[in-house]
RNA sequence: GGCGCAUUCGUCUAGUGGCCUAGGACACCGCCCUCUCACGGCGGCGGCACGGGUUCGAAUCCCGUAUGCGCCUCCA
């Protein structure tokens, strides 16, 4: 038994948690959330984080989940400590820990499988970090199946055995763990290994109360991603999901959140996922990016959406857009004018008692930049007895193909005499 | 059905018996700023699930009801 190698480790560190995600598929944005807690807990403590895939089998699925997985916590920025491990590898161990509790009395084969013997008589209980004190009652448990008929640990055997060989120290996870524990904690006191401290986090759920799924939006985290979020943004606003820093704190960075985090403040009612607030916390943090950094970010967001856009003139393009969208993903169409020609949507919206006088006036502009195109339009609008809004509009209209752009002598300068001149001719003229 | 957990503005939350005629944020509404949008500023709307207790005093403690969620798989 490896018990004296737990003791030593355990003095060594700390803290040592665990995501554990089931490789099924995409990272869930709840299964995030509670990773977030766990990272942010150990990271708190000076302690580690591990990621142990709970594999049963080893398909070409779950090798490309189980990639996935790991590029989504990279991006995050959620970073594990030691080798990812994998439940797989540790089938020997749990029948090798079965047989132990077989051999014991603690636990009795039924039709080829094994099961543990529940105590029949008291209670289990355990002090909750979050939850705080719970208590089972015995007899409503029962004999639950360690080991299947085919020889394959059961997760609620499998799970409490890799916990105690890694020295886990604190297990938190989702709710739907909370009548598990119970049954583990007795698997592992008949081990013989030490039992973890347990915290149970509340759920994440959609806006109809129920479990976040597809219909409510993006849900993995790979979908927000490319929608333009940024990890910074999403981290915070998901540490904001079931745990507080005070009465008024809502925005914070990644060290703020990790120096502050502790499970006290995690509370017990579900949340629901506010896609509204995420949006407006994603603003904020693009906005707070140095300008050179959000161009370079802009960039390498069109870049791995397969735009080839020119370079140099989507980050002279940036700082127009840094203080208008929320999610990078706007870009394209808040933007795109900028490189391909806009569809002109609302025709009706034009008006060529506008853009005449206004391409003669552009015309006689130099040199062709913000501040001389201004006043050249101004002097247009005042000229026709026009509200400058009322001026301009038909202007942005021709040239951006919607009502909403960024500024509109910012835009004109932006693309160039030549192509705005022409782009604004043939559509007065049009 | 059994077991467990939960229940403060539409949403995220602060609140651990008097500081609460319940605070902040998002959303929403109005006004201001303004070339559109956004940002920003100012103001507004809006909540302790319900019923009993305990207490001089309850959002806070206890009991019940209702509602929601989770588990009750040889799923994880």
């Known amino acids: 038994m490896g018990s004296d190698l737990h003791a030593s480790t355990i003095l060594a560190v700390s803290v040592r948690v665990r995501m554990a995600p089931s490789p099924t598929g995409y990272l869930h944005i709840g299964n995030v959330r509670t990773a977030l807690f766990n990272w942010l807990f150990a990271r708190h403590h000076g302690g580690e984080f591990r ?17 996935q997985i790991q590029d989504s916590l990279r991006w995050l920025g959620l970073d594990w400590d030691g080798p990812v491990t994998f439940q797989l590898d540790r089938i020997d161990l749990c029948r090798q820990r079965a047989g132990a509790l077989l051999e014991a009395g603690l636990a009795y084969e039924d039709d080829g499988a094994i099961r543990f013997r529940m105590p029949e008589e008291g209670t289990t209980a355990w002090e909750d970090l979050i939850l705080g004190p719970v208590e089972v009652r015995n007899a409503t448990i029962e004999d639950v199946v360690i080991v ?6 059961t997760y609620n055997f499998a799970s409490p055995v890799e916990d105690a060989e890694d020295g886990i120290t604190h297990v938190i996870r989702g709710p739907d763990h909370v ?38 939006g993006a849900i993995t985290v790979d979908e927000f991603r490319t929608a333009g979020y940024t990890p910074d943004a999403l981290v915070n606003y998901l540490a904001l999901l079931g745990w507080s820093y005070d009465d008024r704190t809502t925005l914070m960075t990644r060290a703020e959140l990790v120096e502050r985090f502790t499970l006290e403040r995690v509370g017990t ?86 853009l005449t006088p206004a391409v003669a006036a552009l015309e006689e502009v130099r040199p062709w930049n913000a501040a001389g195109i201004e006043k050249a339009l101004r002097e247009v609008a005042a000229g ?27 835009s004109l ?18």
Not at 148 to 153: I, M, T
Not at 414 to 428: I, K, N, Q, S, W
């Open 51 to 67: 990621l142990r895939i709970e594999n049963t089998d080893t398909s070409r699925e779950v090798a490309e989940a189980t990639g």
């Open 148 to 153: 299947r008929s085919d020889g394959r640990p």
């Open 384 to 410: 026709l007895a026009l509200k400058p809004r009322e001026a301009f509009q038909p202007i942005r209209v021709a040239l951006t193909g919607s009502r909403v752009s960024p500024g509109l002598f910012e």
């Open 179 to 216: 009548s598990n524990t119970p049954k583990q904690i007795q698997i592992l006191r008949a081990l013989g290994a030490p039992v973890p401290v347990y915290a149970h986090s509340p759920n994440v759920n959609g806006d109809d109360g129920r479990k976040l799924s597809k219909r409510h």
């Open 413 to 430: 300068e932006l693309l160039g005499r030549e192509r705005a001149l022409t782009r604004l001719r043939a559509v007065a003229a049009g």
């Open 269 to 354: 009612s579900p949340a629901v996922f506010d896609y509204r607030k995420l949006d407006w916390m994603n603003g904020v943090h693009l906005r707070g990016l140095d300008p050179e950094v959000y161009a370079s970010t802009l960039v390498a967001f069109l870049r791995e959406r397969g735009r080839s856009w020119d370079e140099e003139l989507v980050r002279r393009s940036a700082p127009l857009v840094q203080e208008k969208i929320v999610r990078l993903g706007e870009y394209e169409s808040f933007a795109g004018f900028l490189f391909e020609e806009p569809e002109l949507r609302e025709p009706e919206l034009l008006d060529a008692a506008v």
